[in-house]
């Protein structure tokens, strides 16, 4: 899996076999140096099937900056993107807090 902080890039818009992005938008290290408003957290439990998904680093310190910078998020089991916020289908797994709030 690659990652970009270019949101124009083309490879945003490529889904492989498994349902994945080829990359995924993240915040520079500029960036995300700048603070973090929420734990770094990688892994996340998919309400609707129980299952849990575990990112990287560059990608947990993205939301950690930025709380709402995904809308969606991919869960390995289902293989696809789901939606994240308060009202989303994902929770944290280190402390039950919903992704994306
Ligand atoms: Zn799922």
Not at 23 to 29: F, G, K, P, Q, T
């Amino acid at each position: 899996m690659g990652l970009t902080t270019d949101k124009n890039d083309p490879c945003l818009e490529v889904i492989k076999d498994d349902g994945q992005q080829a990359c995924y938008l993240i915040l520079s290290d500029e960036e995300r140096a700048k603070g973090f408003v929420r734990p770094v957290r990688y892994s996340y439990k998919h309400l609707k099937c129980g299952s849990v998904t575990r990112m990287g680093q560059a990608l947990s310190e993205t939301y950690s900056r930025n709380p709402k910078f995904y809308g969606a998020t991919f869960c390995c089991h289902c293989g696809g993107h789901y939606p994240v916020g308060e009202d989303g289908e994902f929770v944290w797994t280190e402390d039950g807090e919903r992704v994306g709030s």
